[in-house]
C-alpha cells in the first residue's frame, strides 16, 4: 500500500482555511477517519503526517471544500502539500 506524507505548506497564508479547520475540530465536523490527520496537523508541534494513499485522497478531497483552500500564493496555493513516500 502507498503512503502519502501530508505536510503544512508554510508559505501559504491560508488563514481562512486554518480558522475553518480549527471551527471544525472544535465543534466536531471533521469526519471521524480523518480526525488523526486534522488533530497531528493542529498540533503545531508535528508538521507532516504519514497516511495511505487512500486515506491522503480522502482528507485532500475535504480539505479542498473548506473555505480558503486555493486562496495562497502561486508558489504555494494550497496549504497543505502531498508527497508519495518511496
Known amino acids: 500500500m502507498n503512503q502519502i506524507k ?6 501559504n497564508n491560508a488563514e481562512t482555511w486554518w480558522d475553518t479547520l480549527r471551527e471544525y475540530s472544535d465543534t466536531g465536523m471533521i469526519p471521524t ?4 490527520i486534522v488533530n497531528s496537523l493542529l498540533n503545531y508541534s508535528i ?12 482528507f485532500e478531497n ?3 471544500t473548506l473555505p480558503g483552500y486555493y486562496d495562497g500564493p502561486s508558489h504555494a496555493q494550497c496549504p497543505i502539500i502531498f508527497e508519495y513516500i518511496e
Not at 6 to 11: G, K, V
Not at 47 to 58: G, Y
Open 6 to 11: 501530508i505536510t503544512i505548506d508554510y508559505e
Open 47 to 58: 508538521s507532516s503526517i504519514k497516511v495511505s494513499e487512500d486515506l491522503a485522497r480522502k
Open 62 to 64: 475535504w480539505a479542498e
Open 33 to 36: 477517519d480523518l480526525n488523526d
